[in-house]
């Protein structure tokens, strides 16, 4: 399981290709999904972010993006984009699309996309750039509940009436055994983070499609480590994660 936490993106000098004045490029530098950026073109759109950032890890959340869209992260050193230095293509996603690449520090980073039929305009809630926090393996019997807000009440008949609210996953997550230097990574998340800033919890970063990443914070007061029987492992901890929008 990777942790994307620390987002260069939000603090970064951003540009674009085309831009609807309604859903600007600053909405992408706003927490909530709703705050939405729009182009106003489909060909050879990018977002270009002239900060140096290292990074390792980008993701790309509340898309309208098609499966045939071309969509690239690119990073180099100059502000030239005919054979940049990285130029990847991430997988299609239906939600949050991500892709991992060698650490490096780029000057100028840039997300390219690129359709051709059916839409008019591409939309963004929100892009990760950054490094990552690798956790340790999980607890294999975990719970992943998805939980909705939605109010039911039954009429003395039996008739069932109420609210649609909405659904979101909250899963709870115990890792039995950790090091010491995994200790202090996960601290000092929690020191960035708390129970607070968003983070994109891939909870299964082989098999994406086993259990989609999650837009989420951690849905708790305090991080309570406890000691193990392993010398080399000597700590457990369980994190609850609850999804936001």
């Known amino acids: ?6 987002n260069k993106f939000l603090t970064a000098t951003i540009d674009y290709s085309t831009q609807n004045p309604n859903y600007p490029i600053t909405n992408l530098q706003d927490t909530r999904l709703s705050r939405v950026f729009r182009t106003t073109d ?3 759109e990018y977002i270009k972010i002239s900060t140096s950032i290292k990074a390792s890890r980008v993701a790309i959340l509340a898309h309208n993006f098609l499966a045939t869209t071309v969509v690239k992260i690119q990073g180099n050193n ?14 299609y996603a239906d939600g949050i699309m991500t892709a991992e690449f060698t650490e490096a520090t780029y000057s100028y980073w840039r997300i390219y ?12 809630g929100s892009i990760y750039l950054g490094t ?3 956790l340790p393996g999980m607890k294999i019997d975990q719970t992943l509940p998805v939980i909705t807000t939605s109010t039911a009440s039954e009429s003395d008949s039996g008739q069932s009436y109420g609210d649609l609210g909405y659904d979101y996953r909250n899963p709870v997550i115990n890792y039995p055994y950790l090091t010491q230097t995994q200790r202090a990574a996960m601290l000092a998340m929690w ?8 983070i994109v919890a891939v909870i299964w970063a082989n098999s994406q499609a086993t259990e ?12 309570s480590f406890k000691r193990t029987e392993n010398t080399l492992y000597p700590w457990s901890v369980t994190i609850k994660y609850k999804e936001v929008f």
């Open 113 to 124: 996309i690129h359709e051709t039929v059916t839409l008019t305009y591409f939309q963004i």
């Open 132 to 134: 990552y926090l690798q």
């Open 191 to 198: 020191a960035e983070v708390k129970n607070v800033k968003p």
């Open 42 to 44: 489909i060909s050879g």
């Open 1 to 6: 399981m990777q942790i994307y936490y620390d």
């Open 78 to 91: 100059t502000d030239v984009w005919t054979a940049p230095s990285l130029d990847q293509t991430l997988t």
């Open 212 to 223: 989609s990443p999650l837009y989420c914070r951690i849905d708790q007061q305090e991080l």
